[in-house]
């Protein structure tokens, strides 16, 4: 990066000061980092032109570890929000960048994650453009929090929305569930385990704009099953309707070790978080060729459908199991994973 040394191990309060350690800080790292005309111009805020609707989705991440197998914050943070405006049917294109660091982080982790933040920026295609920087005394916080805030102009074949589902659409995913979580539980204290499970934190954006520019419309929603997992993302829907959901078990995808490292912990991967697949309810004449598209992309090529409306059962997700019984699929009750976005 090409940064000059700071004389700084680790942050101090002064950084957060807003006098000549919080310049230095953000000259030599944020700045330079992040340069674009927009930030470039060093504004309380930053002024984007705009035609047509704009979608905004903004999001805080917390996760502990701050590194974890597959990732770590800074990558989350941005994948997380470019996700969440992509599921509203647009095109990301801006972030605001928020940090809240605890005094004695590490400079080189602090480096690490905004280095890490601009590459993964970059990769979806995304500009940091204003931002803010808080220090908390020691103690006060925990390493280092994140808010971002996405901006993106929707796609204008995009009519997302619960009240567009009928009798019948299928449900997608995008490629198999609890990656992330397991990654993180891998490497918390006390749980420990050995593991080759790395996070799925990844962004969605560019497979959701080539599906919206096939299929537009009939295409009715996409979600992220992020926190709560698969369940309570699938109860959601289904209980802003009037109809049930059907899946089958045997069409989830999931990996063998994932699967095990979840009984291990006594957990149900429906319920583990994700951050890098969505669920999509399409039409059922199209199904089909949304899954072909899906498969044969990068982001994607576990993708499945795994089962579709109904008006049996309504307001309840019913799930047909492996050994040929039904299963009501309930929402999360409580916190299962703390800290895990």
């Known amino acids: 990066m090409g940064r000059k040394d700071l004389g700084y191990e680790t942050i101090n309060l002064g950084h957060g000061s807003g006098g000549l350690m919080t310049r230095d800080l953000l000259d030599q790292i944020i700045f330079e980092t992040f340069s674009n005309p927009y930030l470039d111009q060093k504004h309380d805020g930053s002024i984007i032109k705009v035609d047509g609707e704009l979608a905004i989705s903004t999001d805080s991440f917390v996760v502990s570890p701050i590194f974890f197998k597959g990732g770590n914050i800074g990558e989350l943070a941005v994948n997380g929000t470019v996700n969440d405006v992509a ?37 979806a295609g995304v500009q940091i453009i ?13 390493k280092i929090f994140i808010n971002t805030t ?44 050995e593991s080759t499970i790395l996070s799925d934190t990844t962004n969605l954006n560019f497979l959701v704009n080539d599906l919206l520019d096939a299929f537009g419309d009939q295409i009715h929603l996409f979600r992220d099953p992020t926190r709560g997992g698969l369940a309570s993302v699938l109860s959601e829907i289904a209980n802003d309707t009037t109809m049930g959901v059907s899946i089958k078990e045997t069409e989830i995808p999931l990996d063998d070790q994932v699967a095990a490292a979840c009984e291990i912990l006594g957990l149900d991967p429906l319920f583990v978080a994700n951050e890098g697949i969505f669920v999509t309810i399409v ?7 949304v899954l072909a598209l899906m498969k044969n992309h990068e982001k994607s090529p576990r993708a499945a459908c795994i089962g579709e409306f109904t008006n049996e059962h309504p307001k309840k997700v019913v799930m047909h199991s492996i050994i040929g019984g039904k299963r009501m699929v309930t929402p999360l009750l409580g916190e299962q994973l703390p800290r895990i976005c």
């Open 87 to 123: 599921m509203c049917g647009a095109d990301p294109k801006f972030l605001s960048l928020a940090f809240v660091v605890e005094e004695g982080l590490p400079m080189d982790d602090f480096v690490k994650i905004v280095e890490s933040i601009k590459k993964t920026a970059d990769t």
């Open 130 to 142: 204003t931002g803010d920087t808080k220090v908390v005394e020691r103690g006060k916080g925990d």
């Open 150 to 193: 996405g901006f993106g102009k929707v796609h204008p074949k995009a009519h997302i929305s619960v009240n567009k589902i009928k009798p019948g659409d299928k449900i997608i995913i995008s490629g198999p569930l609890a990656q992330h979580g397991m990654a993180i539980m891998s490497q918390r204290d006390g749980l420990e385990f």
């Open 283 to 289: 039409a059922a004449a199209i199904a089909e060729d």
